[in-house]
């Protein structure tokens, strides 16, 4: 056999990946899972139904232009058709971005610590990363990204709010910002858990992409709408920046299932976003009783919560799961535990004080 081996890009060098394996064998604790940020709620019957009569087409290839979805979301947010595109998550969206923007010799810019696939997709792309650190308050640290701009910025991710920390950033602020950003770099205001903001003095992206050709917003069915396992998100940008998200989907990216599910939560978005108000109200639950505690809990505006833990990471996020609850540790940084059922937010927050 030969020793040559294929050539691959040298900028998937140190990205981390996944090994296939058997799946894990059942029998273990039951665990709550509070560490993706998922919605705890199973499928409405009505979305299932229609998930159920879309089943039986799968044989035929979706819809590659999602012309139903983009339709109404074209008439829910008041957008042309021309201004959307839907993509594999939004993930697959953000990944489209970057691939329409930048390649090597370009510069992405994003706070840090913020959404762990933004170093990923960059770095695939060949673009560098350009990280601006939080500020101590765990927040976007506007005026350094600004600072950060140069001739090689192309694209600039500011997440409201910000995974893993929850925290917002506010209009005035975001203008000045915007004010700063030069019109041919792209802004991307990843709303991926905008339903969950109560804050009112955070603004609608797709206000904002309203008054500016280069503000480009991403939205996601997988949280509020509790589509995660179904992979569609969308974007909303000028012309333009939509027609590059077209040009660089992966064709039939998203499912007819996908397709019909997003459809059919948009019309039962009452009793979604009645789900949310819920989940708000036990976020400030949590909240409040980990503050009572005496842990430092960073405003959330998001369905989860950031404790800084340093090096007591990784032996709090075992603390979580011996009790049943899975939990997100980033080692040497924090703990990021989603919002969910009541009966899981209870193990937790007993959790916590065990470790206190
Ligand atoms: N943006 C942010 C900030 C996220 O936290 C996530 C999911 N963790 C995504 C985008 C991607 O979500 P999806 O691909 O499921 O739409």
């Given at each position: 056999?030969?020793?040559?081996?294929?050539?691959?890009?040298?900028?998937?060098?140190?990205?981390?990946?996944?090994?296939?394996?058997?799946?894990?064998?059942?029998?273990?604790?039951?665990?709550?899972?509070?560490?993706?940020?998922?919605n705890?709620?199973?499928?409405?019957?009505?979305v299932?139904?229609?998930?159920?009569?879309?089943?039986?087409?799968?044989?035929?290839?979706?819809?590659?232009?999602?012309?139903?979805?983009?339709?109404?979301?074209?008439?829910?947010?008041?957008?042309?058709?021309?201004?959307?595109?839907?993509?594999?998550?939004?993930?697959?969206?953000?990944?489209?971005?970057?691939?329409?923007?930048?390649?090597?010799?370009?510069?992405?810019?994003?706070?840090?610590?913020?959404?762990?696939?933004?170093?990923?997709?960059?770095?695939?792309?060949?673009?560098?990363?350009?990280?601006?650190?939080?500020?101590?308050?765990?927040?976007?640290?506007?005026?350094?990204?600004?600072?950060?701009?140069?001739?090689?910025?192309?694209?600039?991710?500011?997440?409201?709010?910000?995974?893993?920390?929850?925290?917002?950033?506010?209009?005035?602020?975001?203008?000045?910002?915007?004010?700063?950003?030069?019109?041919?770099?792209?802004?991307?205001?990843?709303?991926?858990?905008?339903e969950?903001?109560?804050?009112?003095?955070?603004?609608?992206?797709?206000?904002?992409?309203?008054?500016?050709?280069?503000?480009?917003?991403?939205?996601t069915f997988s949280k509020a709408y509790g589509l995660a396992?179904?992979?569609v998100?969308?974007?909303?940008?000028?012309?333009?920046?939509?027609?590059?998200?077209?040009?660089?989907?992966?064709?039939?990216?998203?499912?007819?299932?996908?397709?019909?599910a997003a459809?059919?939560s948009l019309?039962a978005e009452?009793?979604l976003?009645?789900?949310v108000?819920?989940?708000?109200?036990?976020?400030?639950?949590?909240?409040?009783?980990?503050?009572?505690?005496?842990?430092?809990?960073?405003?959330?505006?998001?369905?989860?919560?950031?404790?800084?833990?340093?090096?007591?990471?990784?032996?709090?996020?075992?603390?979580?799961?011996?009790?049943?609850?899975?939990?997100?540790?980033?080692?040497?940084?924090?703990?990021?535990?989603?919002?969910?059922?009541?009966?899981?937010?209870?193990?937790?927050?007993?959790?916590?004080?065990?470790?206190?």
């Amino acid at each position: 056999m030969s020793e040559t081996r294929p050539k691959l890009r040298a900028e998937l060098e140190g990205i981390p990946t996944y090994v296939p394996g058997r799946p894990a064998a059942a029998g273990g604790p039951v665990a709550y899972k509070l560490s993706s940020n998922e919605n705890p709620y199973p499928p409405l019957p009505g979305v299932m139904e229609t998930v159920m009569a879309a089943a039986s087409s799968f044989n035929r290839y979706p819809d590659l232009a999602c012309t139903a979805l983009i339709g109404e979301l074209s008439e829910r947010f008041g957008v042309p058709l021309s201004h959307l595109a839907t993509g594999t998550g939004s993930v697959g969206v953000a990944q489209q971005l970057i691939q329409a923007t930048a390649g090597p010799g370009d510069e992405v810019i994003y706070a840090w610590r913020s959404f762990e696939a933004y170093p990923i997709i960059t770095q695939i792309s060949g673009a560098a990363s350009v990280r601006v650190p939080l500020t101590p308050g765990e927040v976007h640290d506007l005026d350094a990204m600004a600072d950060a701009i140069t001739d090689r910025t192309r694209l600039i991710f500011v997440c409201n709010p910000n995974n893993p920390t929850g925290t917002v950033v506010r209009r005035a602020e975001l203008e000045r910002f915007l004010d700063r950003v030069p019109g041919d770099v792209l802004v991307v205001l990843d709303e991926a858990y905008r339903e969950f903001i109560r804050d009112p003095e955070v603004p609608d992206g797709v206000e904002l992409y309203r008054e500016r050709p280069n503000v480009c917003v991403l939205r996601t069915f997988s949280k509020a709408y509790g589509l995660a396992g179904l992979r569609v998100g969308f974007a909303i940008a000028h012309e333009p920046v939509a027609a590059a998200l077209r040009k660089t989907a992966v064709p039939f990216g998203v499912s007819h299932l996908a397709q019909e599910a997003a459809i059919a939560s948009l019309r039962a978005e009452d009793a979604l976003l009645g789900r949310v108000g819920s989940l708000v109200c036990e976020r400030k639950r949590v909240v409040d009783a980990l503050r009572a505690q005496g842990w430092t809990v960073p405003e959330t505006q998001a369905n989860f919560v950031w404790l800084r833990l340093g090096e007591r990471t990784v032996e709090f996020a075992r603390a979580c799961e011996q009790a049943g609850v899975v939990i997100r540790p980033f080692a040497g940084e924090g703990v990021r535990v989603t919002v969910g059922e009541t009966e899981a937010n209870d193990i937790f927050l007993k959790a916590a004080e065990g470790f206190r």
